[in-house]
T-cell receptor
Framework: ETGVTQSPTHLIKTRGQQVTLRCSSQ?????VSWYQQALGQGPQFIFQ???????GRGNFPPRFSGLQFPNYSSELNVNALELDDSALYLC?????????????FGEGSRLTVL | AQSVTQLGSHVSVSEGALVLLRCNYS??????LFWYVQYPNQGLQLLLK??????LVKGINGFEAEFKKSETSFHLTKPSAHMSDAAEYFC?????????????FGKGTLLTVNP
């Protein structure tokens, strides 16, 4: 059984650019969530995808968007990057059949915006 | 709105001493509660979870936590700290009953273990 994998692990962008982060969910999990963890802070919920549809969104602007594919992998896209977007982006997968809300996290993609 | 407060952004203990990391939640309905650990440059690993069964929950690596509804608390403890416990710890809450697994996290507590 493979865990949650994310790519890339690190990347550097400049203000105004666009970025795509990728996530493969744990085997058997059909729900993927994305979190932003700024330095020294707890993770903040961005959005969740279930069966290829957005199923909840946190307090993030529309330039944060996502996709989920039929194999349950997911992408997070951020347009018009700002300096404050520098953070660790965490992907987590879960299975609704568990019904206890346990999330399995990847190791994250660390984005630096210059 | 649901929130999670972790008291103390940094806790320092000696090896072998008791570890106590505090977490309080605010919610009109008792949520599911979790403790996650994050080692440097890594993702989050689940330590333990409370899902309305036993109020004393045992997790991995000798950690346990007790849910106290009257105090809206879910403090994490370990009787004897080990050097390998040094990491950042996050308390998180999830309102039960939904299919939207949105966790609300505290700001984290950095645990330092001194030799």
């Amino acid at each position: 059984e493979t865990g949650v994998t994310q790519s890339p692990t690190h990347l550097i962008k400049t203000r105004g650019q666009q970025v795509t982060l990728r996530c493969s969910s744990q085997s058997g999990h059909n729900t993927v969530s994305w979190y932003q963890q700024a330095l020294g802070q707890g993770p903040q919920f961005i959005f969740q995808y279930y069966r290829e549809e957005e199923n909840g969104r946190g307090n993030f602007p529309p330039r944060f968007s996502g996709l989920q594919f039929p194999n349950y992998s997911s992408e997070l896209n951020v347009n018009a990057l700002e300096l404050d977007d520098s953070a660790l982006y965490l992907c987590a997968s879960s299975s609704p059949t568990g019904s206890t809300g346990e999330l399995f996290f990847g190791e994250g993609s660390r984005l630096t915006v210059l | 709105a649901q929130s999670v407060t972790q008291l103390g952004s940094h806790v320092s203990v000696s090896e072998g001493a008791l570890v106590l990391l505090r977490c309080n939640y605010s919610s009109s309905v008792p949520p599911y509660l979790f403790w996650y650990v994050q080692y440097p440059n890594q993702g989050l690993q689940l330590l333990l979870k409370y899902t309305s069964a036993a109020t004393l929950v045992k997790g991995i690596n000798g950690f346990e936590a007790e849910f106290k509804k009257s105090e809206t608390s879910f403090h994490l403890t370990k009787p004897s700290a080990h050097m390998s416990d040094a990491a950042e710890y996050f308390c998180a809450a999830l309102l039960s009953g939904g299919s939207n697994y949105k966790l609300t996290f505290g700001k984290g507590t950095l645990l330092t273990v001194n030799p």
